[in-house]
């Protein structure tokens, strides 16, 4: 599990395709530190497994699966990514609780800037926008964010960005049509999926009508 809080912007070393992954390697320099094999690491919000460590790099392997879900398919060399370890329980939480479990994939189509506030506007699969709402929690390539507008008509969700969030991860580095990995809430899936199915049966609304009017 994770805070959402990334705790630094770090460079692939290398990706190495291999028959059905890809085995990716990071510097992830002081956060090494302790860090052993088979341990978790969130990379641009995506929980991966440590396989080999030398050093201060840091590989992974990624199966085909993760690459086709998220944007970790559009790695290369030289790139920089989010990266945060797993949270140690007793410890502060200053994001939300993530799972490092993408659901699914968002689009920047625009960004602005209104004095010192930095706006990007984000756009997604139904699938992931029926889980947003206004003020909510969502995790973008791992970092923990409060979506400050929404259109659910048009299809978009902003973020707003203060200049440390910027300057600690890679919201800055992207460029228009460029893909984010966005996780949202378990909480919220769970209560959005159940309000769903009991509306879709019949009984319930029957009974629901009932107690209404009682």
Same mark, same amino acid.
């Given at each position: ?52 460590? +030398?050093? @201060? ?8 699966? !993760? /690459? #086709? &879900?998220?944007?970790? %398919? $559009? ?82 969700? +902003?973020? @707003? ?8 991860? !890679? /919201? #800055? &580095?992207?460029?228009? %049509? $460029? ?36």
């Amino acid at each position: 599990m994770f805070t959402g809080i990334v705790q630094d912007l770090v460079e692939v070393v290398e990706v190495t395709p291999q028959p059905g992954m890809v085995c990716l390697s990071v510097n992830l320099g002081g956060l090494t530190d302790s860090l052993q094999l088979g341990a978790s690491v969130a990379v641009n919000g995506v929980c991966l497994t440590v396989t080999k460590i +030398e050093q @201060s790099t840091v590989s992974f392997d990624v199966i085909a699966e !993760t /690459l #086709s &879900l998220t944007n970790l %398919g $559009d790695l290369a060399t030289g790139v920089m990514v989010n990266v945060e370890r797993s949270f140690t329980v007793g410890t502060e939480v200053g994001g939300h609780i993530v799972s490092g479990h993408v659901t699914g994939l968002a689009a920047l189509v625009e960004r602005r800037v209104e004095g010192n506030d930095h706006v990007i506007r984000l756009e997604c699969a139904p699938s992931v926008f029926r889980y947003l709402f206004h003020k909510g929690f969502v995790a973008i390539d791992g970092a923990s964010l409060t979506i400050s507008d929404i259109d659910k008509e048009a299809g978009w969700f +902003e973020i @707003s960005l203060i200049p440390e969030t910027l300057a600690r991860t !890679t /919201l #800055s &580095l992207r460029g228009i %049509g $460029d893909q984010f990995n966005v996780e949202v809430e378990a909480q919220t899936v769970t209560a959005v999926d159940t309000i769903e199915r009991m509306m879709a049966d019949p009984e319930w609304i029957t009974r629901l009508k009932e107690l209404s009017t009682t």
